[in-house]
């Protein structure tokens, strides 16, 4: 029954790595896992692999990219080690400042707690990653350190 309760939050979480509100934009990763649901999504993983640079919405495996031609996604190789596992690719965000811009959307329960790996691709500047409800509404700030590291959210609201 709570599946029927569930729709997509719009930009919502799925803001989440993406956007951008990336002041600077995020390098490894990020990897998203709902650990309530063991969803995780990896971009080393052979679903993504190959999508090269993405210029429109694609779904894989529940999770919707959101590109265009103004703001594109692509998936580079990037080797990054964070809690003893090892990421060979990242989701590359290239845009900035907006949500409307390269971001991702995936549905949530009513409390999950959300995992990213990120990075900033400066070498020397923290990036930031919004995550966002389906209102557009900033649920929190994450900071994409020069190491790749996991950085968690607990979500607490309507399941979506």
Not at 5 to 12: A, C, I, V
Not at 76 to 82: P, S, T
């Amino acid at each position: 029954m709570r599946n029927f309760k569930q729709h997509f939050l719009s930009l919502g979480f799925g803001l989440l790595i993406a956007l951008a509100t990336l002041l600077s934009h995020l390098g490894p990763g990020p990897v998203i896992v709902k650990a309530d649901s063991s969803v995780a999504w990896n971009f080393s993983d052979s679903s993504f692999k190959d999508l090269g640079q993405l210029k429109s919405e694609k779904k894989i495996d529940g999770l919707t990219l959101l590109a265009n031609e103004e703001s594109s996604l692509s998936i580079k190789a990037e080797e990054a080690n964070v809690s003893e596992s090892n990421y060979t690719s990242a989701l590359q965000l290239n845009a900035t400042g907006s949500k409307d811009k390269a971001s991702l959307k995936f549905s949530v329960s009513d409390n999950d707690v959300i995992k990213v790996v990120l990075k900033s691709t400066s070498q020397t500047n923290e990036g930031h990653l919004v995550l966002a409800d389906s209102q557009g509404q900033d649920l929190t700030n994450l900071t994409a350190g020069v190491q790749a590291s996991e950085v968690t959210y607990t979500y607490s609201g309507e399941a979506g």
